[in-house]
């Protein structure tokens, strides 16, 4: 059952790295253009937000046997779910300029933070 969460957290790492740095390419665009982010944008944010607290709830179950190289692993997860809820709500109480930089920045700063937790988690 174990290697089943690992297996299934680590996949879901890709997966979310790769999401946000779509994202993260979709909000630059839309950014560089000066224009608002969509609706279908804001979204797909939320929903990386809610798939980060799965990814992260993996990560908790199978901490329990399995243990990361090192806990720094454990520190980027927890930064994710706790920067982008965060990053959400204060980036969609200002302009569209800020939201649009905000929301894209975050994007790219989780996609680091997802792609360095699978680094030192393997």
Do not use: D
Not at 52 to 71: D, I, K
Request: charged fraction near 10%.
């Amino acid at each position: 059952m174990i290697s089943v969460l690992a297996f299934l957290h680590n996949r879901f790492a890709i997966a979310l790295l790769l999401f946000a740095a779509v994202l993260g390419v979709w909000g630059t665009f839309q950014f560089l253009r000066r224009r608002q982010l969509s609706p279908g944008f804001r979204s797909s944010f939320l929903l990386m937000i809610g798939l980060t607290a799965v990814q992260g709830g993996l990560g908790v179950l199978s901490l329990s046997a399995y243990r990361p190289r090192s806990l720094l692993h454990v520190v980027y997860g927890i930064f994710a779910i706790a920067f982008l809820p965060s990053i959400y709500l204060y980036a969609t109480r200002g302009g569209r300029e800020r939201e649009a930089a905000f929301l894209t920045a975050a994007c790219w700063v989780v996609a680091i933070a997802f792609g360095r937790g699978i680094v030192t988690g393997s």
